[in-house]
């Protein structure tokens, strides 16, 4: 069974940066038509929104408001997912979901999520 484990979160001053974490099992990293991996963050009361990631056969797409801050990346070999968060601001503060669906015929799959708060 996949499961997506995420680590990385915590309370950072803007302008400072965290790099989170999620570990996959149960699966590999081919993502075919219809699948993706990436990050999605919530903030109360929001509906959230997509923030990095890769559909399959895709590059790498990041939300407007984090381009040129945040990096995702993967590790097919330890089958890792990262988001690199540069230049952190208040706007940021939201739990940070990781999300898997390796096709358009298969279920997303999500981790528990990471709080992460941006305050002075």
């Known amino acids: 069974q996949v499961r997506l484990v995420e680590s990385g979160g915590g309370l950072v001053q803007p302008g400072g940066s965290l790099r989170l974490s999620c570990a996959a099992s149960?699966?590999?990293?081919?993502?075919?038509?219809?699948?993706?991996m990436g990050w999605y963050r919530r903030a109360p009361g929001t509906q959230g929104e997509a923030v990095a990631g890769?559909?399959?056969?895709?590059?790498?797409m990041y939300a407007d408001s984090v381009k040129g801050r945040f990096t995702f990346t993967t590790d097919s070999t330890k089958r890792m997912i990262y988001l690199q968060m540069n230049n952190l601001k208040p706007e940021d503060t939201a739990v940070y979901y990781c999300?898997?669906?390796?096709?358009?015929?298969?279920?997303?799959?999500w981790g528990q999520g990471t709080q992460v708060t941006v305050s002075s």
């Open positions: 149960g699966t590999d990293f081919s993502i075919s038509t219809g699948g993706s």
């Open positions: 890769r559909p399959g056969g895709g590059p790498t």
């Open positions: 999300n898997l669906k390796k096709s358009g015929a298969d279920p997303d799959y």
